[in-house]
């Protein structure tokens, strides 16, 4: 088996071990991204075994791929808070910290996180690390002054000795990537972040940005799949 189809063995038994801890009766929030959408499917599966949940999506890919599986849909803006959100990540270090983003869909995703009573995070075996930092930041902004966002990002990056190896507006070939909010996204990369809350922070102050992709200790729980088809908590 190639190391993409072991990953995605191991990103199926993720998400099906963290539906099968989804109870009747929570609001549940989906994630975006391969493990969250494996997750989305297992759950669907159970709420048509019975299950009874209602979910708010964290992407239009995940609230598209919930409609088509006939997973019960509230608005966040009509519930107060949800009791459970399982999202994937892009890096995880062992506090809980996360890098994510790599969809683009970061905003969401972290509205719907900060808004659960507890998040779980649901990975395979690639995306632990010690430290934050080999994959690149996403940092959502508005296109309009990009350039002098970006400028203000390496600014602050330089200032605050958190040396920028690169900031680029991702591109798909030649157009920028759009997210579901009609922003660009940034990728920075940044080697080591030694201190994601603080970056964090000190990102979100710049006018231009709308987010960044850093989820400092957010995560109740790391679920990580195995290509063998068992998952465990880290
Ligand atoms: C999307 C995300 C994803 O959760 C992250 O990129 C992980 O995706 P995958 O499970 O496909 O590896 O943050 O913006």
């Not at 598209?64 to 019960?72: G, K, M, W």
């Not at 690169?166 to 798909?172: D, L």
Request: proline content about 5%.
């Amino acid at each position: 088996m190639g190391t993409d189809s072991r990953n995605e063995q191991a990103k199926i038994a993720a998400g099906v071990y963290a539906a099968s801890l989804v109870e009747d009766g929570q609001k549940v929030g989906l994630g975006s991204g391969t493990s969250a959408w494996h997750f989305i499917r297992s759950l669907a599966k159970r709420i048509e075994e019975g299950l009874d949940i209602i979910a708010v999506p964290a992407s239009k890919a995940s609230r598209d791929l919930a409609q088509e599986l006939n997973v019960p849909l509230v608005e966040l803006d009509d519930i107060t808070g949800l009791d459970i959100c399982i999202d994937g990540a892009d890096e995880v270090a062992p506090d809980g910290s996360m890098i994510k983003g790599g969809g683009a869909n970061l905003l969401w995703e972290k509205i719907i996180a900060v808004n659960s009573a507890k998040m779980l995070t649901v990975v395979d075996p690639s995306k632990i690390v010690k430290t934050l930092g080999q994959f690149a930041l996403p940092i959502e902004v508005t296109p309009a002054y990009y350039g002098t966002t970006i400028r203000n990002i390496r600014e602050l990056l330089a200032e605050k000795g958190w040396e920028a190896v690169s900031v680029e507006r991702r591109m798909n070939g030649d157009s920028p990537v759009i997210t579901d909010n009609d922003n660009f996204i940034v990728d920075a990369k940044l080697e080591t972040i030694t201190d994601p809350a603080g970056l964090a922070i000190a990102l979100n102050q710049i006018p231009g940005v709308v987010e960044n992709g850093l989820f400092p200790a957010m995560s109740k729980g790391v679920i990580v799949g195995r290509p063998d088809g068992t998952a465990e908590f880290l």
